[in-house]
């Protein structure tokens, strides 16, 4: 099986000159816990709510400093995200995909059209996806008893 048929395709991206606040919104609005950055066609990074929840959240429990927070919130995304992001290729072996998650621990991986990162990437591999295949795998078995 291959990454691109598990994959989300065309994922929601955003720029990094984006604030922590809109990224924190788009995503608890879409249900979503990883985010590609991109500038423009190329991928710059990656940010997750476990990121934001960390960049966050020293900030949020100083509650006689809101303006800490505030100013937090209001941190460009690029400032915020992992750069040193891995990827997949879309016609790659989902079992190799699978491997670079668990190894690296990561929850989702940019899938791109190319090898070169200046191409917007073709999806977003993360764990729900590969869960949700072995999930129906497993229901398929039960029933087959």
Same mark, same amino acid.
């Given at each position: 099986?291959?990454?691109?048929?598990?994959?989300?395709?065309?994922?929601?991206?955003?720029?990094?000159?984006k604030s922590v606040r809109?990224?924190?919104?788009?995503?608890?609005?879409?249900?979503?816990?990883?985010?590609?950055?991109?500038? +423009?066609?190329?991928? *710059?990074?990656?940010?997750?709510? /476990?990121? !934001?929840? &960390?960049?966050? #959240?020293? @900030?949020?429990?100083?509650?006689?400093?809101?303006?800490?927070?505030?100013?937090?919130?209001?941190?460009?995304?690029?400032?915020?995200?992992?750069?040193?992001?891995?990827?997949?290729?879309?016609?790659?072996?989902?079992?190799?995909?699978?491997?670079?998650?668990?190894?690296?621990?990561? +929850?989702?991986?940019? *899938?791109?059209?190319?090898?070169? /990162?200046? !191409?917007? &990437?073709?999806? #977003?591999? @993360?764990?729900?996806?590969?869960?949700?295949?072995?999930?129906?795998?497993?229901?398929?078995?039960?029933?087959?008893?």
């Open positions: 099986m291959r990454v691109a048929e598990v994959m989300t395709p065309d994922p929601f991206t955003i720029e990094p000159e809109e990224a924190l919104k788009t995503m608890q609005a879409m249900d979503i816990r990883h985010v590609p950055v991109a500038r +423009g066609r190329t991928l *710059v990074g990656i940010v997750s709510d /476990r990121d !934001l929840r &960390e960049f966050t #959240l020293p @900030a949020l429990l100083r509650f006689e400093e809101p303006e800490v927070a505030r100013d937090q919130l209001d941190t460009p995304i690029g400032s915020v995200m992992r750069t040193d992001t891995l990827a997949v290729q879309a016609e790659e072996e989902l079992s190799e995909a699978v491997s670079v998650m668990l190894d690296h621990k990561v +929850g989702a991986l940019p *899938v791109l059209l190319s090898a070169a /990162r200046a !191409l917007v &990437e073709a999806g #977003l591999a @993360a764990e729900g996806h590969l869960l949700g295949l072995l999930g129906c795998r497993s229901r398929r078995r039960r029933g087959a008893r």
